[in-house]
């Protein structure tokens, strides 16, 4: 739907005057163009005064709740990216906090009061988050009429009603974002799509984000932080990286910046051809990646901690580029640091590594990006088969290559071990929560619950009952052993969650990336992002997301193991399955044989 028929001349009071207000300038048009049209919002805003940044916060703010809660809005009766930019250049121009409630007033005003519900929504006692929206009758703020409009807005709400910018996947829950316009052409966005961006986001996070109280600061002073920061950056790679910060500022590992390879540093599309992981806090190389040339040379290898690059530190290359990664952990935060952690122009590039006790300054050379196979980066399980006897004793299972039709079979296999090894040091190749959930447990069993949002009261998240896994024979009686890690996101955790149910399962490992729940997209200006969409919990409560899958037995990889080609984790495994009377010789001779080198 384009531009609402009725004017806005008196908010707007014509270009003219708008030109002499400070830090505002209005493109010159007979009348409001339509945005989903021409792409161009027709402002551009200069350097802000502080009155301004106020008013713009209230704005996002209050369009971001009449979005999802007034009848016209929800119903699609108005193109509501369309009436932020109509009412934008009225709050831009107030000198004051008080005319700027003044404009968005009217603004609303026209948009017109809801009619009576009957019935009425009423919120959950028993939700477990409830809407943040105290702030609507904060009449100190926003003045006695625009805060009374908002509470009958907030309380003529109908039990039954439908959300045009946001719907519910079935039987599941998470919020789906699929009538966002995407504006897709607009690499560098003029200010008004700019903060189309912030706004959309922000609200997003606000309403429809299962853990927005696990964020860790004030949402509403990132909005403030990130209003001028929005507005000042013009350049296209500016706006990018803004964008990435604020979305960063969620601490949500399902968010980030999609599409982008300048969106965060370091960018280039060059690479160097090994695998970069944090252990004991300093990245370190810890294999090579397959390219599809052999013509590359590189003087690192397998143990090398790295130092430098071209001379600059890697502290403080790694507390540059934090900022600028989306996780819900520091854990999950370096993971994707050390993935483009040599990333640049194709090319040579000096690196500092320490090795042996000694400092060398080496030269590695970055290869183009379509000549490097980077998925072997994404998992730390075992190469070769996906199920295979470790001995005779140990069965062992990864995750990454799994097919569900084969899930029997695997169960077959394993018959008549001691233990199993399941990895998810990785992302599944397949669903199989139940389908392997099942040959795991003899009796229903509960292993997640979850909160879900609300149409009828946006911001609130109710608690769903427990999720059981039903048993089925053949019925594994073994020890489950469960390695995890920094590579386990999402699905994966999930999964370990679900196995964890078993009465003899344990999990070995260190504590996962903590993005759990299906994550749901969300497009903006140009860009693309998501968040995490349903809340996932233990059926006790115990909450998953940024605390991660917690092992009960934390094993970490050391710089030592590394070198010497171990994996101290699944040699953990073995202990668990084949007891500590077994030689620690005989366990690292098991699992040296299962890396088969590497």
Not at 135 to 154: F, K, M, P, Q, T
Not at 249 to 255: E, I, K, M, P, V
């Amino acid at each position: 739907m384009g531009w609402l028929a009725h004017s806005f001349a008196r908010a707007l009071a014509g270009s003219a005057v708008l030109a002499c207000v400070p830090g505002l300038a209005l493109l010159a048009q007979e009348a409001p163009r339509d945005p989903a049209a021409d792409r161009v919002s027709s402002i551009e805003i200069g350097e802000l005064a502080p009155a301004q940044i106020e008013n713009l916060v209230t704005l996002g703010k209050v369009w971001g709740f009449l979005k999802y809660h007034h009848p016209r809005v929800t119903v699609g009766e108005l193109d509501w990216d369309a009436e932020l930019f109509r009412v934008m250049p009225a709050v831009l121009a107030a000198p004051d906090r008080d005319q700027g409630n003044h404009a968005l007033l009217e603004w609303v005003t026209r948009i017109g009061e809801p009619a009576p519900c009957s019935p009425c929504a009423e919120a959950r006692s028993d939700a477990q988050t409830q809407p943040e929206i105290d702030w609507i009758r904060d009449e100190a703020r926003l003045g006695g009429a625009l805060s009374g409009y908002l509470a009958r807005v907030h309380r003529n709400r109908p039990t039954a009603v439908e959300q045009h910018y946001v719907s519910f996947v079935p039987n599941i829950g998470n919020p789906v974002f699929d009538r966002e316009k995407a504006y897709k052409e607009l690499e560098a966005p003029d200010a008004g799509f700019r903060l189309l961006a912030l706004f959309r986001f922000w609200n997003v996070a606000e309403y429809w984000s299962p853990y927005r109280e696990l964020i860790g600061e004030n949402w509403d002073a990132v909005l403030a932080e990130f209003v001028p920061r929005l507005v000042a950056a013009r350049e296209g790679v500016e706006y990018r990286h803004q964008m990435i910060t604020a979305i960063a500022r969620l601490n949500d590992g399902h968010a980030n910046l999609y599409g982008w390879r300048d969106a965060r540093p370091p960018t280039g599309m060059g690479l160097v051809p090994v695998i970069v992981r944090f252990v004991e806090g300093r990245p370190i190389v810890v294999g090579d990646l397959p390219t599809k040339s052999s013509a590359a040379q590189n003087e690192l290898r397998t143990g090398d901690v790295l130092r430098a690059l071209d001379g600059q530190a890697v502290e403080a290359l790694v507390q540059a580029w934090s900022p600028f990664y989306a996780a819900s952990n520091e854990t999950a935060r370096l993971r994707d640091i050390g993935y483009d952690f040599l990333r640049g122009a194709p090319g040579p590039v000096a690196v500092e590594v320490e090795r042996g006790g000694e400092r060398l300054q080496l030269t590695a050379a970055r290869l183009p990006e379509s000549e490097v196979d980077m998925a072997v980066a994404w998992k730390h399980d075992l190469p070769g088969e996906t199920f295979r006897l470790l001995t005779p004793e140990v069965a062992y299972l990864k995750l990454s290559s799994v097919r569900a039709k084969e899930v029997e079979a695997y169960v077959r296999s394993a018959e008549g071990t001691r233990g199993w090894v399941i990895d998810i040091r990785n992302y599944p190749s397949e669903f199989v929560v139940f389908a392997l959930g099942q040959h795991l447990v003899k009796e229903p069993t509960p292993f997640v619950r979850f909160t879900q949002g609300s149409a009828a009261n946006p911001g609130a998240f109710a608690w769903t009952e427990p999720l059981m896994i039903q048993p089925k024979e053949p019925h594994y009686e073994g020890r489950i052993v469960i390695l995890v890690d920094e590579a386990s996101q999402s699905q994966a955790e999930y999964t370990a969650m679900a196995l964890r149910a078993a009465p003899s399962a344990r999990v070995v490992g260190s504590t996962t990336a903590g993005a759990d729940g299906d994550a749901s997209r969300l497009a903006l200006p140009g860009a693309r992002t998501a968040i995490s969409g349903i809340g996932v919990f233990y059926p006790d409560k115990k909450p998953t997301q940024r605390v991660g899958i917690v092992p009960d037995v934390v094993v970490r990889p050391t710089i030592a193991g590394v070198r010497e080609g171990r994996d101290e984790v699944l040699e953990e495994a073995l202990r668990q399955i084949l007891g500590s009377e077994r030689p620690d010789a005989d366990i690292r001779a098991i699992a040296t044989a299962a890396v088969g080198g590497r």
